[in-house]
């Protein structure tokens, strides 16, 4: 007999093991059962027990003996639907109980949150995470190398980002406007006046503020997930932005 349904509704394997026992011997004594299963009787006075709560067993004294008899089998059912109602019950209370855990994981966590992301397959991470935002992009400073060192997945991405109208405004370093290449639809971009050097690449984006930086073709992100400092960032880009040529 396949007994894996008997522990799928919530029966222990000892429990099983009694309940069967009970239906092969009919009504009898514990001691008996510790006979025919080869269990301690405490294990077997433990399992009729629990088996009693479930309502699959009963017992009757007879000349002060007690004897032990299994439900009918159709109780199995009447169990599992005891259980579903209690499940349903507890489903309802978590309901009521999980906005006060939210609210104390919002009063418990961190005010900001910082991530460091390494190497071309951090720097996608970072590049991927733009598009599940889905917010306008800003970036400042010098022309990021992307378009060079992964020129396939810049293209895909610039393609998501386009067909998902997510804008960009870039604002780079006018000596190296030349290696804009990259289709530019839903993408603006200015010129830093002379006088601003930054070799690190900022990106504003929601409430993140990624700082990229390139040794050679080794892309190193540290990013900051805050409202306040973004918002902060994107004040200075929108100055940087007035003051710069197109």
């Known amino acids: 007999m396949d007994t894996r349904y008997l522990e799928e509704i919530g029966l222990s394997k000892a429990e099983v093991k009694v309940y069967l026992t009970l239906f092969k011997m009919g009504s009898v004594t514990a001691g008996k059962i510790s006979k025919e299963t080869n269990f301690r009787k405490s294990t077997v006075y433990d399992s009729l027990h629990r088996l009693a709560e479930k309502g699959l ?40 109980f999980i906005p006060s855990l939210k609210a104390l994981a919002g009063y418990a966590k961190p005010q900001a949150e910082a991530h460091v992301f390494q190497g071309i397959e951090g720097f996608k991470t970072m590049r991927k995470d733009v598009i599940k935002q889905g917010r306008e992009l800003l970036m400042l400073g010098a022309i990021s190398r992307e378009d060079k060192v992964m020129p396939v997945f810049w293209h895909q991405w610039n393609q998501e980002r386009i067909k998902r109208k997510i804008k ?30 930054n070799p690190v690449v900022i990106n504003i984006y929601g409430d993140r503020v990624v ?6 073709k080794y892309p190193l992100c540290f990013m900051l997930i805050n409202t306040e400092i973004a918002e902060a960032y994107r004040n200075y880009f929108e100055m940087l932005w007035g003051l710069s040529a197109k």
Do not use: C, G
């Open 168 to 197: 960009a405004r870039i604002l780079h370093q006018r000596k190296l406007s030349d290696d804009v290449t990259e289709q530019k639809e839903f993408m603006d971009i200015r010129f830093l006046p002379p006088e601003i050097n």
């Open 211 to 216: 700082s990229l930086i390139w040794k050679e």
């Open 57 to 96: 067993v009963s017992h009757s004294i007879t000349n002060s003996t007690k004897y032990f008899h299994a439900s009918e089998p159709e109780r199995l059912i009447d169990f599992v639907e005891d259980r579903r109602q209690e499940l349903n019950e507890s489903v309802m209370k978590l309901k009521e």
